[in-house]
């Protein structure tokens, strides 16, 4: 049985900081990986994307140079360090298998969802 299961969300004020991790259980971690974030009222938006080998990330433009995905292969592991947060960084936040397509960060056709770690952040 597939799982994904993410930690590390919470509230902070704009500005600040949140590490969000994602561990993965019963599949091949041998994919690229990423976070996606879902605000209410609005649709599934990609945040990051990196490869296995972790040489390739993928951002959205919107979080360009605040986040900072990593893995660790040997945990089945993701993290998104995120900082400088802003209002509009609100989400509920996923991890799943991931590709990126002409820039657009997309979830793969097998993606697994967990029940995500919600951030919000206040102005």
């Known amino acids: 049985q597939v799982q994904m299961v993410e930690s590390g969300g919470g509230s902070v004020q704009a500005g600040g900081s949140l590490r969000l991790s994602c561990t993965a259980s019963?599949?091949?971690?041998?994919?690229?990986m990423g976070w996606f974030r879902q605000a209410p009222g609005k649709e599934r938006e990609g945040v990051s994307c990196i490869t296995w080998s972790g040489d390739t990330p993928y951002y959205a433009d919107s979080v360009l140079g605040r986040f900072t995905i990593s893995r660790d292969n040997a945990k089945n592991t993701v993290y998104l360090q995120m900082n400088s947060l802003k209002p509009e960084d609100t989400a509920m936040y996923y991890c799943?298998?991931?590709?990126?397509?002409?820039?657009?960060?997309?979830?793969?056709?097998?993606?697994?969802w967990g029940q995500g770690s919600q951030v919000t952040v206040s102005s």
């Open positions: 019963g599949l091949t971690f041998d994919t690229a």
């Open positions: 799943a298998a991931c590709g990126s397509v002409a820039g657009v960060i997309l979830p793969s056709s097998v993606a697994h």
